[in-house]
């Protein structure tokens, strides 16, 4: 079996996408803050995949150790999903405390770094966003944690030659992440995260090169 790590896969697109992969037969190491609810998430993906589930934080490096441990070698795939969004609703970038914006970068931004320097995967997943190219009023702390990631993976990807390194902006997703920013507002109306998943299947089961992709784009309308 090949060996994916996916962070923040108790919910959301990260759970999504890990249940494609064990569909597929990949072997799963997953992680998520809530220990309860990864449980249940390791328990179903168990009836199909051989699946590790550590309870953590990203941006503790010790957790990071166990997670690419867990997974052995090699890693074929690792997809950083995990991300913060910071307070909601989210202030001016003028206003935003600045240790709270250290913590969606460790989140977003050195947590994934930090992965990827352990594991040493033969592909990498770095989940983004368009608030990485649009400046959003309100988006500062998130979107420009996300557009580091972005520029992050674009470095990885000329300086790890044998490493295919994709930024895939997953789109509006109806998620917990996605109401946190909309405090307040019906978002039922955005697709659920599973629509999202044949684009990042199309990266880690293709040869496009390293590079930034729109899932939706990359598969058939």
Request: proline share 8%.
């Amino acid at each position: 079996m090949p060996t994916a790590i996916v962070t923040g896969a108790s919910r959301g697109l990260g759970l999504a996408l890990a249940r494609a992969l064990a569909e597929r037969g990949w072997r799963l190491v997953i992680d998520a803050r809530e220990g309860g609810t990864l449980h249940e998430v390791a328990t179903e993906l168990a009836r199909r995949t051989d699946v590790t589930a550590l309870a953590g934080d990203v941006t503790d490096p010790e957790h990071r150790a166990a997670l690419v441990a867990a997974a052995g070698a090699p890693v074929e795939l690792l997809v950083n999903n995990a991300s913060v969004l910071g307070p909601s609703p989210q202030p001016a970038l003028a206003d935003y405390p600045l240790d709270v914006l250290e913590h969606v970068y460790r989140v977003n931004v050195f947590a994934p770094l930090g992965l990827i320097q352990l594991a040493r995967p033969a592909c990498v997943l770095n989940i983004t966003s368009d608030a990485s190219r649009e400046p959003y009023e309100g988006w500062g702390g998130y979107g420009s944690a996300k557009a580091a990631l972005d520029h992050l993976s674009a470095i990885l990807a000329v300086e790890q030659h044998g490493t295919r390194v994709y930024a895939v902006d997953p789109g509006d997703m109806n998620t917990r992440l996605h109401q946190e920013a909309f405090p307040g507002e019906d978002i039922s109306d955005r697709p659920p995260p599973e629509d999202s998943v044949p684009g990042l299947l199309a990266l880690i089961e293709g040869e496009l090169p390293s590079g930034r992709y729109q899932a939706k784009e990359l598969v058939p309308a």
